[in-house]
T-cell receptor, first 111, second 118 residues
Framework: QKEVEQDPGPLSVPEGAIVSLNCTYS??????FMWYRQYSRKGPELLMY????GNKEDGRFTAQVDKSSKYISLFIRDSQPSDSATYLCAMSGGSQGNLIFGKGTKLSVKP | GAVVSQHPSRVICKSGTSVKIECRSL??????MFWYRQFPKQSLMLMATSNEGSKATYEQGVEKDKFLINHASLTLSTLTVTSAHPEDSSFYIC??????????????FGPGTRLTVL
């Protein structure tokens, strides 16, 4: 089992839809959870950073962490065509000092 | 704030040549810089971690003599792909962090360099 699993998609939604992106992980020591957005042929851009379990909201974006289920989510409300990108989850913690990335989910928001 | 640049953004070279990629933190001092490689439809794979003024720490399976990393200052790290081969063609991305690269440090990524080896 890979340390971080993420459905690569692609995921296509109409403009205005609520998008749910998810990752599961196997290492219970992970404590820091991030979501990055990566546009085609660009470097990842940090969207959300959360520590341990709970929710964090920033504008149209909400990150959720459920450590008991080893499951993290990113919700995008009122999705826009400009949200079309690949979304990568990443996490670290315990003896794993480096960031471990998911494969990324490619999202397409259609006008 | 926290802007990281990379140069060049794209490079095409012949097999057997060496290519140098620069990574700069523009508005902060990066104690630690990371180099990643990303193949199409794959996730970012960490190649090495470098701290300013010390030798880089390479991940398992990454040849340190092939991928030379220099972190000479708090704002500049370079990755040199020596004797490049077609299988080295990939998207190389650097990131930088303010702190010591610990598990809670945020990494800020550069825009990436696409290397194509003919």
């Amino acid at each position: 089992q890979k340390e971080v699993e993420q459905d690569p998609g692609p995921l296509s939604v109409p403009e205005g839809a609520i998008v749910s992106l998810n990752c599961t992980y196997s290492n219970s020591a992970f404590q820091y959870f991030m979501w990055y957005r990566q546009y085609s042929r660009k470097g990842p851009e940090l969207l959300m950073y959360t520590y341990s379990s709970g929710n964090k909201e920033d504008g149209r974006f909400t990150a959720q962490v459920d450590k008991s289920s080893k499951y993290i989510s990113l919700f995008i409300r009122d999705s826009q065509p400009s949200d079309s990108a690949t979304y990568l989850c990443a996490m670290s913690g315990g003896s794993q000092g480096n960031l471990i990335f998911g494969k990324g989910t490619k999202l397409s928001v259609k006008p | 704030g926290a802007v990281v640049s990379q140069h060049p953004s794209r490079v095409i070279c012949k097999s057997g040549t060496s290519v140098k990629i620069e990574c700069r933190s523009l508005d902060f001092q990066a104690t630690t810089m990371f180099w990643y490689r990303q193949f199409p439809k794959q996730s970012l794979m960490l190649m090495a971690t470098s701290n300013e003024g010390s030798k880089a720490t390479y991940e398992q399976g990454v040849e340190k003599d092939k991928f030379l990393i220099n972190h000479a200052s708090l704002t500049l790290s370079t990755l040199t792909v020596t004797s490049a081969h077609p299988e080295d063609s990939s998207f190389y991305i650097c990131s930088a962090s303010h702190g010591g690269g610990g598990i809670s440090d945020t990494q800020y990524f550069g825009p990436g360099t696409r290397l194509t080896v003919l």
